[in-house]
């Protein structure tokens, strides 16, 4: 049994569908360079009429990049790396009219009692009921774990609570995370508990702003530089807890993409934020399940590169999931303003939503 | 063994303490009317100098109220609860110059390291590391269920959401709570929870907005009106679960406070400002430890009217713990504000912190 | 000219509307008790039937009341001050079915473009575009000086600052204010900053904490209770600047509802809290225009009782304007997910909004 | 007339500091590699000790660099600048001990008052008074508009609203800025305002949701790589408005960051993060002003490489504004809490700021 609704496709006899041209391309003028109407996508399921009644779904879109056609394959490319002469699909309508049709509809359970003129609470804040979204985010795991690729998206405040860290590093070695994309800060704070016992200088337990405790993630950074590497500073100084060490034990790939805002960075760093934005791309066309938390930077970024389906290797649809954990609305409505629509808020402290995820989960 | 440290009271053999002169006091000129240069109290123990080395600690103090000395008995009482000639402490300075001594460090551990000219993290953010402060809590509430006085102050939020409305009432079965402080909406939402299972119209499970759900509260207030009270509506309208219901079973008192955000309201509820106050008063003066989440508007109230400490009925004197659960630094840092500075701030969803709450206690 | 929309009411030829059946009523069973299936209004024009197509339109509705139909007259009444015996309209549906039609487009534009099925920005937030706000609600205020009836509600931060203060001050003077309705805290920290240039002991303009300055507010207090009004104290202490004093030389009522959060009160403040919505509602029923500043709690509370729309004597009918203006979006929010719809929200600090405002109305 | 405080350098004839050893240093062990005790700087004056009583100042330092002592050069170095063989101060205390001073009472006024054991109102938030704040701005702007460098940090928000953007272009124009910090999105948002007078594909005046606008920002995007630079696109675009055309016509110096969130990005985007804090900090070294708005990733990152004060060529010393304008008391806490604490929040919409600052200075 899957926690999640079938896939209902289009019905392309629908007479509009059934009369649609086929879907115009035109060649990249250069590399990175787009043809003039190019079509964007969003990370709904996009098809593209290729005449006759044969329809191509890409197999997991993103929002804006291009759809470029290679015979009969239809590939999802961020525009800087579409190449000069690649068939871009040129048009700007959804709704079949030039060959392209935007399948919003493909998950949605039939349509619910609703209509009155007037209703409370039409927005979701931190006074919505999260009671299920819970549930539900339990059994997604579940079946993830097994059948699917989660993908984890942190910010530091994960590291900075004894209890949080430890919940994050039980749900890894509990097999709940298939990657771990975070920045220089998630590192450096949590080999800084593992060897100070400290966030920022402020003990992770008790609060106490420990004398000295500014220097902390400085000298870890300065250790980390000097072994060389995470993995082999981690081994050679006897760190035996925490995030990273978890996902170097079970060989969870993290991906670390560096910022302005780093002190060092720590030597596995990608400060190009173009690789680094490839290196996250490819979990985030694998994924299944992505829980963004405590992290705007990150969680928009990866929202905006995470398509809202997967085509599963035996050709099912599947929806992806995108939880966002934060404490504001703010956090949550710009996900959704910057058009990460499908994207699942859950309003609260990170630190209660991992130790609550672990109990839960770990039994 | 008391999870809270001891009281060490000042040491009025001290120099300045010994030399200063007894406390002077004025009469009220009228009544609701305090003398010219009245001392107001902070919520910290204040204690006056009768002379002759004789000082007298107020029994429980409270914000901005007066200092009344009724021969040797020294009452804290709100100006507006003054009669004419009654004797009022005038004097505003706090260091014993005036017979008056403010005691702010009575439960302070010896001092700490510290010290560096520069630190991180020295306010209390949503990124604090709240682990420690969950296990202190739920040591103080083991400890108070049986020796003290627990205050709830409650916003309709708690009722919103299935789990944290079922582990309040959980924690009321359970002994955890002596007195419940909120307004009209979070009675009204817990019983539209109990008769419809929505909040606001909203199922408090699927987060469904339910059809002519805007009605619901509005249909509450009409039947509990038409029973004539809380109680009768209960028992008679069969309600079988829920925060209300639980404090009517447990006999633990409910004070509801009117405002004019109120729709209705239900019979129960005191509409008066100043006589809710005074029914607040009386829970606030004998708490030990107060809980108030998501509402500004109780939380605040009655933050003013709590002291930081009790003096027990065999002479000893324990801290009163006071804490605010919020999803905003500005709602914590709002208390601390007005001057409630000994509250301590959980940063999270109301909803998750019931939820826990009631996982660790229920064992 | 106006700077509003002309109304256009429902056409009731239409077959729906045309084949709707007279309304029915039913007579409260208590004063205080709605008969079953009451009929509540949304703040939107409502009409009910009244047989042989005659359709009377309450002449200014609110959010969560009833209607009584008295002979041919619909008034609109808060559920508590219905009277044992009242005619209360019934059904709940709102299309007309049941004699009752709530008209929600009556100003609407004609529609727009729109249709994409994807766009961003689809959320108010802070950093929505506000400058044709601005101008909007520039051109209204000029509007309704004359010819409306425009009602503030403040919170005590609009007195904390300097040029805020002289800028709502300015804004009474020069006819802008023909209502005042706040709290407690509002009227005591202006007459602390009149008396102490501070507010709640911090400096008005320098923002220093000054020496004694929480007594500052007691004192003011004090000093009221000891005159026995504000009129009097703003008089024989010679008080020439500030918000309330501005109101009592241009005549503008104030409505000051009391709260459990109060200090004193103020002998002018309602302490009850239905009739503080007594009085408070007389002017959200005559307002053509509201500003809600700063204040969660009486924001709502007017939000609640303020109509959409007002029948003006001549007959026509007119938009009514209530803007909130907050730091966050889940102020405005939570007014929306209360039902007022209709509000809109300009996300700033109340002390740039002051000031600009005057700036630009002043000239 | 400078609008600032005179420095007061320390007195090293005091006791203890005149007892002070020479500092120590050790060299660096490999190039980015820091020895064992490294001292860390602060952003306040830091001295070192040559011997002798020869002390040393830094010329502007940072936070989290280090000290480099070349010959009787004191330079302040990123770690990850640090060349092997560097000769690095070592020493973890700042009271002279082992020959550094951290000196942060330079810019003092002589002590206030103060000394209440209780006070309200000891945190800022967003009811603090700005009165002063911004005429303080006005005078500091107006000197350093001649006699300073001002650094502007810029979120994309400044560019979504019509008249914000003006006023930006206006500060421009006027002198107000000497180099322009941001990243892709200010860039791309300016000139979608200039050609599709949108934001993210709302109309910056009357936020409709524009047909298509989705699309705008990859337009803009896809034309300036088609023309090779913003420089090249605006003059063959023939834009003629907004704030990186103000920057280009009156040869403010702009950096734009990239950042893993990027579309694009825009040519001229720095996508190493090192290359691009590199960029910023020249300018941060050369600042006696900055400004921040709305972008907490570039705040924090400037804010982390300011200091607070500067040696001129004169020699003399003057402190370095930086202020910090947010909605939230967390984006202004969390400076703090980062080590910016000479930060100044201005709590309130940017759009208002913008438009407030020009209308001030322009006159």
Redesign the interface.
């Known amino acids: 049994m899957t926690p999640f609704p079938a896939y209902v496709p289009p019905d392309f006899t629908r007479p509009d569908l059934a009369a649609a041209p086929p879907v115009r391309v035109a060649e990249a003028?250069?590399s990175?360079?787009?043809p003039a109407g190019?079509h964007?996508t969003?990370n709904?399921p996009e098809y593209v009429h290729l005449g006759g009644g044969r329809w191509l779904l890409a197999s997991g879109s993103r929002m804006?990049a291009v759809l470029v056609l290679d015979g009969d394959m239809l590939r999802v490319v961020e525009?800087?790396l579409v190449r000069r002469g690649d068939r871009v699909v040129v048009g700007?309508t959804?709704n079949g009219e030039e060959g392209i049709y935007?399948h919003?509809t493909g998950f949605d359970a039939p349509a619910?009692?609703?209509?009155?003129?007037?209703?409370?609470?039409?927005?979701?804040?931190?006074?919505?009921?999260?009671?299920?979204?819970?549930e539900e985010l339990y059994d997604i795991l579940r079946h993830d774990r097994d059948h699917g690729h989660i993908v984890w998206v942190l910010g530091?405040?994960v590291a900075?609570?004894?209890?949080?860290r430890a919940a994050m590093a039980g749900l890894i070695g509990g097999g709940y995370c298939h990657a771990l994309l975070a920045g220089n800060a998630l590192a450096t704070h949590d080999l800084e508990a593992a060897l100070f016992h400290t966030?920022?200088?402020?003990?992770?337990?008790?609060?106490?702003?420990?004398?000295?405790?500014?220097?902390h993630h400085?000298d870890v950074?300065?250790e980390v530089?000097?072994h060389g590497s995470l993995e082999r500073a981690i081994a050679e100084l006897g760190i035996r807890d925490g995030i990273i060490r978890a996902c170097l034990e079970h060989r969870v790939p993290v991906v670390l993409?560096?910022?302005?805002?780093?002190?060092?960075?720590l030597p596995d760093v990608i400060?190009?934020?173009?690789q680094?934005?490839d290196a996250?791309r490819a979990h985030a066309r694998r994924a299944t399940t992505v829980i963004a938390l405590?992290t705007?930077?990150?969680a928009?970024?990866v929202g905006?590169m995470t398509p809202s389906y997967r085509v599963l290797d035996d050709g099912t649809v599947r929806p992806v999931y995108f939880y966002i954990v934060d404490?504001?609305?703010?956090g949550a409505?710009?996900l959704?303003?910057?058009?990460s629509?499908q994207a699942r808020a859950i309003?609260?402290?990170v630190?209660?939503?991992m130790?609550?995820l672990w109990?839960n989960l770990k039994g």
Chains 1, 2, 3, 4 share one sequence.
């Open positions: 003028p250069g990175g360079v787009l190019f964007a969003s709904y804006d525009p800087r700007r959804e935007v919003t619910g009692a609703g209509g009155d003129k007037f209703t409370f609470r039409s927005r979701g804040t931190r006074e919505s009921p999260f009671s299920r979204s819970y530091p405040a900075f609570d004894r209890d949080s966030g920022l200088g402020q003990d992770i337990y008790t609060q106490a702003l420990v004398a000295g405790g500014h220097y400085l950074i300065n530089l000097r993409a560096g910022s302005i805002r780093d002190d060092g960075p400060t190009d934020s173009r680094a934005q996250m405590a705007q930077l990150h928009i970024a905006n404490m504001s609305e703010f409505d710009k959704a303003n910057r058009g629509g309003l609260t402290n630190q209660d939503f130790v609550n109990n």
